[in-house]
């Protein structure tokens, strides 16, 4: 997750003044990590924390080719269980997210929050004007170095491989960004999270760790298939010509509910019970939130092909990132589909 800070006009002024303010509230807490870990006054559990912090920071510089700056070298409290809220926004009868423009970062399709208040208010906004809308808590962000980033208490609320890949994630926003295009980022950066995980945990020689991570990662693209599954129905009833809006609204609602039906036939019969998705599906589910999920997800396994061809080879995967993120963005994701070398 980017997180923005520009100004595009005088209506921005204040989620401006809201965005700085939360990253400089952030920034001025600071503490250093190797101090927190010599400091004999520090709790143990976060010593330890930090320690494991230190390494998987030094592992991303050292075996994954990631930017070794200051970022993820500090630590912050931040004192609650999401350092952001992200809003996203899409029509009533379509699955193209809404997007937001900003200088430097472009066109994201959400809009970031430090305040849950603030976010909350501006999502009545848009449902007022009609617009599904989907408001999430985020536990880390990026501001693709043009600060260095501090590894935050919300990115400890789980185990080590959970605060792994957050750090393979956020740093590889820095390795590479193509304005305007945030499905392709997002994906870019998932796949430097997996990948990078998987090396770290063979690394570490976690064999027990590893499965589970692998048994996560299937678990994953099982509930995205889901969701593209449902989001190809939707388009299809979103395309019917001749159905009114009433119609158009059933159907969405049957497909939703099918959705559901779906994940529980999947949970209780593949997955044995593994109850990890609920909260996702329990909670209501619109197009802003089916949309948002297709940012993360749906073109990960074309990265994935294209770092197995660089042969895992870091530097060369990113400089082929690179070369497929300087052409026109029409063209951007065949491009990606149909690379058959790395160079």
């Known amino acids: ?189 998932v796949a430097v999270e997996t990948t990078g995980v998987r090396k770290w945990l063979r690394a570490a020689g976690d064999t027990a760790g590893l499965r589970r991570y692998e048994a996560d990662r299937k678990r994953k693209t099982e509930f995205l298939a889901l969701d593209s599954h449902t989001r190809d129905e939707l388009t299809h009833v979103y395309r019917g010509s001749g159905t009114t809006m009433d119609q158009k609204r059933a159907a969405k609602t049957a497909a939703i509910e099918r959705l559901r039906m779906r994940y529980r036939a999947m949970r209780d019969r593949r997955w044995g019970g593994y109850r990890g998705y609920d909260v996702w599906f329990d909670a209501p589910i619109n197009n802003a939130k089916l949309a948002a999920t297709s940012v993360y997800g749906d073109q990960v396994a074309t990265f994935l092909r294209l770092f197995d061809l660089c042969s895992g080879d870091y530097p060369r995967f990113f400089a082929s990132v690179r070369r497929i993120g300087a052409l026109d963005k029409a063209h951007r994701a065949e491009a990606l589909k149909a690379a058959d070398t790395c160079d």
């Open 1 to 189: 997750m980017i997180v923005v800070s520009g100004v595009t006009g005088c209506t921005n002024i204040s989620y401006y003044a809201q965005s700085l303010k939360g990253h400089v509230e952030i920034m001025t807490a600071r503490q250093d990590v190797g101090e927190l870990i010599e400091d004999r006054s520090t709790p143990e559990a976060l010593r330890a924390r930090m320690a494991s912090a230190s390494a998987i920071r030094q592992f991303a510089t050292d075996e994954l080719a990631l930017p070794d700056n200051n970022s993820y070298r500090s630590y912050v409290d931040v004192g609650r269980d999401s350092v952001t809220w992200a809003i996203f926004a899409a029509p009533e009868f379509s699955l193209t997210p809404r997007t937001w423009c900003f200088p430097v970062f472009g066109c994201v399709p959400y809009r970031g929050y430090f305040s849950k208040r603030s976010a909350i208010e501006t999502a009545v906004e848009l449902q007022r004007q009609g617009l599904d809308v989907y408001v999430t808590g985020i536990t880390a962000y990026s501001t693709l170095g043009w600060s260095s980033d501090p590894l935050l208490s919300t990115m400890l609320s789980h185990d080590e491989t959970y605060l792994a890949g957050l750090v393979f994630h956020e740093l590889a926003h820095q390795r590479v960004y193509v304005s305007d295009d945030s499905a392709f980022n997002e994906a870019f950066a």
